[in-house]
């Protein structure tokens, strides 16, 4: 008689994980100060850059994109996230030639509501995108969830840049701190 539980875990199963580098005891507790954690349910606008075809839209469309909410949609998975709200419009179609796709592209169908392209999207798509999320925003676009209303903004590539390297400087000092900690070994 076959095993089909063989492969399955199942109620008592534990997983070895090793020894840990740190002393584990020294680490309860710890938490990251309440001024770097990132407020993940405070209502904000994800800020994005427009482009890379934003010439493929009618200026109404960009405006209306940055002046009015969507709502996640409930056939949002982790692929992307259907936005529901006032369409956008395309001046000639939305249908382009395939073309590398970087997570957080805000896709726009020929329906006209826009697919923010999440955490799992494919790496190539045929549909023109009016911005991308700036990589800052990707985790607080990612905490939302299907009827949650979101809202977007446009910044320059340039504070996009300035938003990057502070957050770069946060992550840098959290492993220098956790480096500091004495280790098992």
Known sequence: MEDLTAGRSKNGDRLSIGTSRYDLHRLAGR??????????DAPR???II????DAAFTQEAL???????????????RMGYRLEGKPLQHVHGADIISEFIAVGSIQVPANGQPIVQMADCGTSGGYTIAGVIISVDIPYMAQKKPGDRISFETVEVEEAQQLLRK????????????HLIPTNM
């Open 50 to 53: 427009l482009g890379p075809h």
């Open 31 to 40: 938490k990251l100060p309440k001024r770097d954690v990132p407020p993940y």
């Open 63 to 77: 405006q209306t994109l940055v002046s009015n909410p969507y709502t996640v949609s409930n056939n949002s998975d």
């Open 45 to 47: 606008p994800i800020r």
């Open 167 to 178: 957050q770069e400087q946060l992550l840098s000092k959290l492993r220098l701190a956790n």
